[in-house]
């Protein structure tokens, strides 16, 4: 919970002031998650804040002293370090009001990042790297005392760029219109066309759940996309009756567990506004 709470924070203050310089700062608190002995850095020195309280070192650091605890953090450390290197630096990119130069950095980190062996668009690897469910399951593997580099490749190999990517775009998707409104960068926006854009990412979704039935402990990788899935489509925004077909096609994408979980999600939406009123 803690890790997917620094990460939300982060992307919350950057909003506040999104110039790349500023979030190259905020978001070396990803990468000093993973490096329990290294320094601690000032990361609101770009920002025109200094001062939350602690609260984001104190995250910090309760996030570094939970990863050390995992009993296979040592072995894991480097993909873990790796991941966050890249998607800090794209994450400090991703909120750059200057759309030419935001599309210019990412196109870039694509660039370095990216390889001829990443058969996905330049978008779809940033996409991604703004997603943190690929280090989630490598901290759910390092609960484990017992792992092969093939495991930690299969993990790697089916989040990034695939399921990572999906959980962008689909949060793209749902929050489309409410970002447009606000100026925000918006994902979803990079693909030819709105059709366009449905068939992509079904098949980033279809990828992701054909890739997570070659891991170890398959099924639970697969549950937890198919959820994802679900929670997405079943935002009211994506109910909209002129979106209709698009959810629908994105609902199949998911397969059957999805097509399953969404009217369960849709009641359990219901019930929680009914209790907040």
């Not at 203050?13 to 110039?19: I, N, R, S, Y």
């Not at 891991?215 to 198919?226: E, M, P, S």
């Amino acid at each position: 919970m803690a890790y997917q709470l620094i990460w939300d924070y982060l992307d919350s203050v950057h909003e506040t002031q999104p110039d790349i310089a500023n979030g190259v700062c905020l978001h070396q608190a990803i990468h000093d998650v993973y490096e329990p002995h290294g320094p601690l850095r000032h990361y609101y020195q770009q920002h025109h804040q200094h001062d939350d309280g602690r609260y984001l070192l104190t995250l910090t650091i309760h996030c570094r002293e939970s990863a050390t605890q995992l009993a296979s953090f040592d072995r894991i450390q480097p993909a873990l370090r790796q991941q966050a290197t890249g998607s800090a630096r794209a994450l400090s990119i991703n909120h750059e009001p200057d759309a030419a130069r935001r599309q210019a950095a990412l196109r870039s980190w694509a660039k370095r990042h990216g390889g001829p062996g990443k058969p996905v668009a330049w978008f779809e690897l940033t996409a991604a790297a703004a997603a943190a469910l690929g280090m989630f399951a490598l901290l759910a593997e390092a609960t484990r005392p017992a792992f092969t580099k093939r495991d930690l490749d299969s993990i790697a190999d089916a989040y990034l760029p695939w399921a990572c990517g999906a959980a962008t775009m689909l949060d793209s998707y749902a929050d489309r219109e409410q970002d447009a409104e606000n100026h925000q960068h918006i994902y979803v926006d990079y693909y030819a066309s709105s059709s366009d854009a449905v068939t992509r990412t079904g098949r980033l979704i279809r990828e992701s759940l054909t890739r997570a039935k070659t891991l170890r402990r398959g099924d639970t990788h697969r549950v937890i996309l198919t959820s994802m899935v679900a929670m997405y489509l079943t935002r009211d925004s994506s109910r909209d009756p002129a979106r209709r077909q698009a959810t629908a096609e994105l609902t199949r994408a998911g397969g059957r567990l999805t097509r399953l979980l969404i009217p369960i999600l849709r009641t359990w939406r219901a019930i929680y506004r009914l209790r907040s009123t």
